[in-house]
């Protein structure tokens, strides 16, 4: 019977621990890895920057005499290494004992999924030089032929690939694998403004598969579109009103939303979900979903960071708090049971309709379009971010806007959500449709 060969950087991994309880750890878990990325820029009309970078190397957790230390190495050689692990484990001893520190529990590990989630293109290698050059010379070339093209100053394109493979073994019965591949393809374009001003706007795609790249021509067109109609943009009138936040940029109010999740900010006093869980903290409307077991998604993994089995998880359901992201370290010293230690795809749950009639309906408001630096205090959940995008009237989106503020608090501000788009950003994490609060105050002139 044919026996199947092991990879090298398993091999290492299994090394590695095999080595730390030789050298007198109680636990030990390693992560290897191995990592190719290559990108290409492309600035107006010239070749800017080619760049590959190929990685391996080794990050071991040691428990040691009830103290816990996270070392690393790029020098992956058995001798180089079994002086490393030795010397660290050396250097564990000497720090403070933290008994909360241990692996997760091996029923963690149990009942992974055996869904194939499509993460890695088999035909990876079949991209050429040719190929990646080919295509930001598309996108500039699609940017510049936009109507308006002559108000543009410059256009950066870039293409990206990558092939990762990890490997994950545990001294208590876990080892695991996943091998990714990602393609993605971004324009960025700056234009002039009569009155002196240099508005940017840009657009990106990208896809597990090579033979699934959304256009790369379409990218530059939307850059260069969205940068013109950042033209004569103006401070609006300071006023509370209705507020759409488009796909693209809502992700960016869930990452908000989705912080102090963690069981560490609970544990640390750094959440303002603290003691609601079970309790209502959005609009009806607020549902999200962390799911792991999409295929083909950014974020999709059978298992988490610890080797703990992936599973969908309900985060929020019809605005109530159902879960948190709890860890193993900080679930054993808040005494509640692990979830995952970070998030997977976040699915929001979508409504029936599109943009163009949530706005229709809106009828008088702002279409955001971008947040523009600001902050959110996961602490207290008040948090202040400047915005730009559209004013909307009559149901249709009007001159652009541009250096206004809203601001407010999560636990508040989420139960003005009035509608959600049928509309999920594709090329993130975060599958967000256009958001319609209500009765947002906007600081303007």
Same mark, same amino acid.
């Given at each position: 019977?044919?026996?199947?060969?092991? +990879?090298? #950087?398993?091999?290492?991994?299994?090394?590695?621990?095999?080595?730390?309880?030789?050298?007198?750890?109680?636990?030990?878990?390693? =992560?290897?890895? $191995?990592?190719?990325?290559?990108?290409?820029?492309?600035?107006?009309?010239?070749?800017?920057?080619?760049?590959?970078?190929?990685?391996?190397?080794?990050?071991?957790?040691?428990?040691?005499?009830?103290?816990?230390?996270?070392?690393?190495?790029?020098?992956?050689?058995?001798?180089?290494?079994?002086?490393?692990?030795?010397?660290?484990?050396?250097?564990? $001893?000497?720090?403070?004992?933290?008994?909360?520190?241990?692996?997760?529990?091996?029923?963690?590990?149990?009942? /992974? &999924?055996?869904?194939?989630?499509?993460?890695?293109?088999?035909?990876?290698?079949?991209?050429?030089?040719?190929?990646?050059? =080919?295509?930001?010379?598309?996108? *500039?070339?699609?940017?510049?032929?936009?109507?308006?093209?002559?108000?543009?100053?410059?256009?950066?394109?870039?293409?990206?690939?990558?092939?990762?493979?990890?490997? =994950?073994?545990?001294?208590?019965?876990?080892?695991?694998?996943?091998?990714?591949?990602?393609?993605?393809?971004?324009?960025?374009?700056?234009?002039?403004?009569?009155?002196?001003?240099?508005?940017?706007?840009?657009?990106?795609?990208?896809?597990?598969?090579?033979?699934?790249?959304?256009?790369?021509? *379409? /990218?530059?067109?939307?850059?260069?579109?969205?940068?013109?109609?950042?033209?004569?943009?103006?401070?609006?009138?300071?006023?509370?009103?209705?507020?759409?936040?488009?796909?693209?940029?809502?992700?960016?109010?869930?990452?908000?939303? #989705?912080?102090?999740?963690?069981?560490?900010?609970? /544990?640390?006093?750094?959440?303002?979900?603290?003691?609601?869980?079970?309790?209502?903290?959005?609009?009806?409307?607020?549902?999200?979903?962390?799911?792991?077991?999409?295929?083909?998604?950014?974020?999709?993994?059978?298992?988490?960071?610890?080797?703990?089995?992936?599973?969908?998880?309900?985060?929020?359901?019809?605005?109530?708090?159902?879960?948190?992201?709890? +860890?193993?370290?900080?679930?054993?010293?808040?005494?509640?049971?692990?979830?995952?230690?970070?998030?997977?795809?976040?699915?929001?749950?979508?409504?029936?309709?599109?943009?163009?009639?949530?706005?229709?309906? #809106?009828?008088?408001?702002?279409?955001?379009?971008?947040?523009?630096?600001?902050? &959110?205090?996961?602490?207290?959940?008040?948090?202040?971010?400047?915005?730009?995008?559209?004013?909307?009237?009559?149901?249709?989106?009007?001159?652009?806007?541009?250096? #206004?503020?809203?601001?407010?608090?999560?636990?508040?501000?989420?139960?003005?959500?009035?509608?959600?788009?049928?509309?999920?950003?594709?090329?993130?994490?975060? =599958?967000?449709?256009?958001?319609?609060?209500?009765?947002?105050?906007?600081?303007?002139?």
């Amino acid at each position: 019977m044919a026996t199947t060969k092991k +990879d090298p #950087m398993l091999e290492t991994g299994e090394l590695c621990v095999k080595t730390a309880l030789a050298k007198g750890a109680q636990e030990a878990a390693a =992560r290897t890895y $191995r990592v190719r990325d290559i990108e290409v820029t492309w600035r107006d009309g010239k070749l800017e920057k080619i760049q590959e970078a190929t990685t391996r190397g080794v990050g071991l957790s040691l428990y040691v005499d009830g103290r816990y230390a996270s070392v690393s190495s790029s020098d992956l050689r058995p001798d180089a290494l079994e002086t490393f692990i030795a010397d660290s484990v050396v250097m564990t $001893r000497a720090l403070a004992k933290d008994p909360f520190r241990t692996l997760p529990d091996p029923a963690l590990y149990k009942g /992974q &999924s055996a869904v194939d989630l499509k993460l890695d293109d088999p035909k990876y290698a079949v991209v050429t030089p040719d190929d990646r050059l =080919r295509l930001v010379k598309e996108m *500039e070339a699609a940017a510049r032929a936009v109507k308006g093209a002559e108000a543009i100053l410059s256009v950066t394109t870039s293409f990206n690939d990558s092939l990762s493979e990890t490997f =994950r073994v545990h001294s208590n019965g876990f080892a695991g694998s996943r091998r990714d591949t990602a393609f993605w393809v971004s324009a960025q374009a700056s234009v002039k403004d009569p009155d002196g001003r240099k508005p940017e706007d840009y657009s990106y795609a990208g896809s597990r598969f090579w033979s699934e790249m959304p256009p790369a021509a *379409e /990218q530059g067109r939307i850059a260069a579109t969205r940068a013109l109609s950042r033209l004569g943009a103006k401070k609006g009138d300071s006023a509370v009103l209705s507020m759409a936040i488009d796909a693209r940029a809502a992700g960016r109010m869930i990452s908000f939303l #989705m912080g102090p999740l963690s069981a560490a900010s609970l /544990q640390q006093k750094r959440s303002f979900y603290e003691g609601k869980a079970g309790t209502t903290v959005g609009s009806p409307l607020l549902t999200i979903a962390d799911d792991p077991l999409i295929p083909k998604g950014f974020g999709s993994r059978l298992f988490d960071g610890e080797g703990i089995a992936a599973k969908p998880m309900p985060v929020f359901e019809a605005g109530v708090l159902k879960n948190f992201y709890v +860890d193993t370290y900080y679930g054993k010293k808040l005494k509640m049971a692990p979830t995952t230690a970070g998030a997977s795809n976040l699915v929001v749950k979508l409504g029936q309709r599109g943009q163009a009639d949530l706005l229709a309906d #809106m009828k008088d408001g702002i279409l955001v379009t971008g947040f523009l630096g600001g902050n &959110s205090n996961g602490t207290t959940g008040d948090f202040s971010l400047g915005v730009q995008g559209f004013r909307v009237r009559g149901g249709k989106t009007a001159e652009p806007v541009s250096e #206004m503020n809203i601001s407010g608090n999560h636990l508040e501000f989420w139960k003005k959500l009035a509608a959600l788009g049928n509309d999920p950003y594709p090329y993130s994490t975060i =599958r967000v449709p256009t958001l319609v609060f209500e009765g947002v105050q906007f600081a303007g002139s």
